[in-house]
């Protein structure tokens, strides 16, 4: 799988839109941009994920660049729950057992109010 | 639903000790997963399972087993427990492929 660069921590105030950038510029053709998060010590979350085409759904929105070297997830409207820590993670989608998400540090978003 | 549910929430052992987690799901899902956290970092895939009957190592295996003997439940075995266990373990669940459902984590201490 690709690795990813994510910087360790953002602020964002509450009611902006939190943009957390991250780096893939190894990704491959057939693997696919997954976005997590953590709050506090409970069990990660799925947020989003996409192969090419920008994505949106209730939580977020995906924007991923022509060369598919990087992307954005927006969070349009931070509020203090969403303060968390954000993984970005690079995988295949296909074949038995080759979906493994690889969680590196993440990005600690920090909602200030 | 209760989603995925993990037992017991918390667990200290003593070094030497042997112990069982166990993970239920109950959304039909094809596909479990074991993952350890250490203070500070990211998730480590431990097994996993696409099926019943069906185990895999996933990025840090060694020093634990599992078994799918039902398709709604995954247990995460340690024989022989260890200081370097000590962390928290995360089970999750998905349907093929798609995104996987956490359960909250079991911490467990190794003394």
């Known amino acids: 799988d690709a690795k990813t660069t994510q910087p360790t921590s953002m602020d964002c105030a509450e009611g902006r839109a939190a943009n957390l950038p991250c780096n893939h510029s190894?990704?491959?053709?057939?693997?696919?941009v997954y976005w997590y998060r953590q709050i506090h010590s409970q069990g990660p979350q799925y947020i989003i994920h996409?192969?090419?085409n920008n994505e949106t759904n209730e939580m977020a929105s995906l924007i991923i660049t022509e060369d598919r070297k990087s992307s954005t997830l927006i969070l349009p409207h931070a509020t203090l729950r969403d303060t968390a820590v954000y993984y970005c993670i690079v995988t295949l989608y296909s074949g038995a057992g080759s979906y493994q998400l690889t969680f590196g540090k993440g990005t600690k978003l920090s909602v200030i109010p | 639903n209760a989603g995925v549910t993990q037992t017991p929430k918390f667990r200290v052992l003593k070094t030497g000790q042997s112990m069982t987690l166990l993970c239920a799901q109950d959304m039909n899902h094809e596909y479990m997963y074991w993952y350890r956290q250490d203070p500070g970092m990211g998730l480590r895939l431990i097994h996993y399972s696409v099926g019943e009957g069906t185990t895999a190592k996933g990025e840090v295996p060694d020093g634990y087993n599992v078994s799918r003997l039902k398709k709604q439940n995954f247990l995460l075995g340690l024989e022989s427990a260890a200081p370097s266990q000590t962390s928290v373990y995360f089970c999750a669940s998905s349907w093929r492929n798609n995104e996987q459902f956490f359960g909250p984590g079991t911490r467990l201490t190794v003394l």
């Open positions: 190894t990704i491959s053709g057939n693997e696919y």
């Open positions: 996409g192969l090419k």
